[in-house]
């Protein structure tokens, strides 16, 4: 059994700051994409960046140049840094991990989901 267990999320003020963790755990060989998503209200969840297990990332437009994807791959850990946040990244943020078993099956999961919310 796999867990995603993230961290970090809360109320900010609009140019703010925060920063994501996620962490996986369980009976892990190996982890290949790591990414962030986000849900709003009355939305579809959408990409926010993901990157691979060498290091490569992709982020989506509208967080390119405020957001920084990061992973510890010692830890099985996922990192979101968000700078100059705006009321719109205001959202549920879920991370996904595409795990690999020792059996050699592999599967997606998902966290739990953080909430952030950038208001004055």
């Known amino acids: 059994q796999v867990q995603l267990v993230e961290s970090g999320g809360g109320l900010v003020q609009p140019g703010g700051s925060l920063r994501l963790s996620c962490a996986a755990s369980g009976s892990i060989f190996n982890i290949n994409d790591m990414g962030w998503y986000r849900q709003a209200p009355g939305k579809q969840r959408e990409l926010v960046a993901r990157?691979?297990?060498?290091?490569?990332?992709n982020y989506a437009d509208s967080v390119k140049g405020r957001f920084t994807i990061s992973r510890d791959n010692a830890k099985n850990t996922v990192y979101l840094q968000m700078n100059s946040l705006k009321p719109e990244d205001t959202a549920v943020y879920y991370c996904n991990a595409d795990v690999l078993y020792y059996s050699g099956r592999g599967l997606l999961h998902w966290g739990q989901g953080t909430q952030v919310t950038v208001s004055s």
């Open positions: 990157i691979t297990s060498g290091g490569s990332t």
